[in-house]
């Protein structure tokens, strides 16, 4: 089992800046890949980005990329997400999720075994 808790989340204007972090914790040897999804009010979770736990290549979302930069500390177990520029459209409940298979879909929630809570993000105009 993996444990994921997200932190970082708040309240921030348009323009501004966050860092969000998810500390992973149990079996964490044999996480693969780390992501981040987020969820706005009656929308469908949506995909944001995504690392492989080994290696340099990252995914992200057309909607953030350039604005977003997700990275990890494999020493602290925690994968984070900074977002730039953030904008009201932005705003969404951001999870963060993790597997353990090498063929996990990257961009599909439902491939990811282990999510956390959950932490909120609102970006006002």
């Known amino acids: 089992q993996v444990q994921l808790v997200e932190s970082g989340g708040g309240l921030v204007q348009a323009g501004g800046s966050l860092r969000l972090s998810c500390a992973a914790s149990g079996r964490t040897f044999s996480i693969y890949v780390m992501g981040w999804f987020r969820q706005a009010p009656g929308k469908e979770r949506e995909f944001v980005s995504a690392?492989?736990?080994?290696?340099?290549?990252?995914y992200y979302a057309d909607s953030v990329k350039g604005r977003f930069t997700i990275s990890r500390d494999n020493a602290k177990n925690t994968v984070y997400l900074q977002m730039n520029s953030l904008k009201p459209e932005d705003t969404a409940v951001y999870y963060c999720?993790?597997?353990?298979?090498?063929?996990?879909?990257?961009?599909?929630?439902?491939?990811?075994?282990?999510w956390g809570q959950g932490t909120q993000v609102t970006v006002s105009s």
């Open positions: 999720a993790a597997d353990h298979s090498p063929y996990t879909s990257l961009t599909t929630a439902g491939s990811y075994d282990y």
């Open positions: 690392l492989r736990w080994s290696g340099s290549s990252t």
